[in-house]
């Protein structure tokens, strides 16, 4: 017998693959290692790959519906470009030239309002600060409006009070507002001013279409808007 080192017999090729063999020959088939490149191309390009693996991703075939578009000419016409843009007049009160030589004296404020909004998820706080005040202070109580009204461009309530209650209402409301815009204006001669710059915010603060109303300063303006209690309180104050 040789002692020379003999070469090892050949695999014998007639066993069959086992199961973990066969699952990884199924897997780079040709065929199938063609199909996993096409569906990491799509996955790489989701997620920042290059734009040269996106060619074998899948092809949307979708085309937006949109309208045909208008004919005719802008109302405004065709020279709004031309048109001068001189500085608009201030609107601050009283003084559209320049500012004012003095202030104004506090007792020029006769009363205030306090105006509540509201939305259809807000409503029932909106009801029941309505229903806590009506319990406490000697209001004149307005309307429950489910429409925008004057210059308040929302749903929304308010009520009036006297100058005394002032220190007392506006706390009240800063830790009762539970989460509502309230606006707090005064009344003098100038309900213009009243709702666009003489105001206090409760929460955050929203638009008021109050530019239509009259200075005190042209023809035709309001009269200072009384307050004339209608709720007699019927539980005492928390102090």
């Known amino acids: 017998m040789s002692d020379e080192p003999q070469e090892p ?38 997620f920042g790959g290059s734009p040269a693996a996106a060619a074998d ?10 309208p045909p578009p208008d004919t005719g000419v802008s109302p405004w016409g065709l020279e709004t470009h031309k048109e001068p843009t001189p500085r608009p007049k201030s609107l601050w009160p009283g003084y559209p030239d320049g500012l004012p030589e003095k202030p104004r004296a506090y007792t020029d404020i006769k009363s205030y309002h306090a105006h509540f909004y509201f939305d259809e998820d807000t409503h029932e706080k909106a009801a029941l600060i309505r229903k806590w005040a ?14 925008p009204r004057g210059p308040h ?17 506006v706390p009240w409301l800063q ?12 009344n003098t001669d100038d309900p213009r001013a009243d ?20 200075r005190r300063d042209q023809p035709g303006a309001p009269p200072i ?15």
């Open 153 to 169: 461009v929302t749903p929304s309530f308010d009520f009036g009070f006297t100058n005394d209650l002032l220190p007392i209402i």
């Open 175 to 186: 830790l009762n507002s539970l989460g509502l815009t309230i606006l707090l204006h005064p």
């Open 57 to 66: 991703a899948p092809k949307l075939d979708f085309k937006p519906i949109v």
């Open 134 to 147: 009506a319990e406490r202070f000697p209001i004149e109580l307005g309307n429950w409006n489910l429409e």
């Open 9 to 46: 017999a050949p695999p014998d090729r007639t066993v069959p693959n086992t199961e973990v063999d066969q699952q990884w020959a199924d897997w780079l088939a040709p065929t199938r290692r063609n199909l996993l490149y096409g569906a990491g191309a799509a996955f790489g390009l989701a």
């Open 195 to 214: 709702h666009l710059y003489y105001t206090l915010w409760v929460n955050r603060s929203q638009p008021v279409n109050a530019y239509g109303m009259k």
């Open 225 to 239: 808007e009384k307050i004339l209690p209608n709720i007699k309180p019927t539980v005492k104050l928390e102090t």
